[in-house]
């Protein structure tokens, strides 16, 4: 996946399931500004995300699901406001602080990261948060005291 792909700005879902050799998406990413749906579930390979996936301001759901060698999620995930589903993947170890910054977020999905140990403060401020899975998720042993912050909380 080259550069190009930022040339394409009315795209709309970009689906690179189960692209299994795909180890890093361009930081011509960013220039998707009307993105919506980022699915990358099965890109066992992917490594990392770059940070230019903060300027995705339209993106509303990222699943990364079954991308196993995707530990940590840049800092500037925490600019994509209009995201309302985010999925995480199994080696995912840390959630950065950032993430409270998510507002809309609806459903965030961690089950079977078994890497996780711990949940930030911040999730506390995750208001709109309805459903947290955390199934599977071995290493975690607490959950923040900002957990009880989450008043539209049906699911957990």
Known sequence: LGDSIGSLRQLRVLDLTD??????LPKALGNLQ?????????????????????QLIALE???????????????????????QVLSGCEQLSTLPESIGHLTALRHLWLYGCEQLSTLPESIGQLTSLQQL????????????????QLTAMQEL
Not at 133 to 148: A, F, H, R
């Open 61 to 83: 759901k990222l699943d990364l699901s079954f991308c196993k060698q995707l530990s940590i999620l840049p800092e500037s995930i925490g600019q994509l406001t209009a995201m």
């Open 19 to 24: 692209c299994r050799s795909l180890q890093q």
């Open 133 to 148: 899975n955390l199934s599977d998720c071995k290493q975690l042993s607490t959950l923040p005291e900002s957990i009880g």
């Open 34 to 54: 009307r993105l919506q749906r980022l699915e990358l579930t099965g890109c066992r390979e992917l490594n990392s995300l770059p940070e230019s996936i903060g």
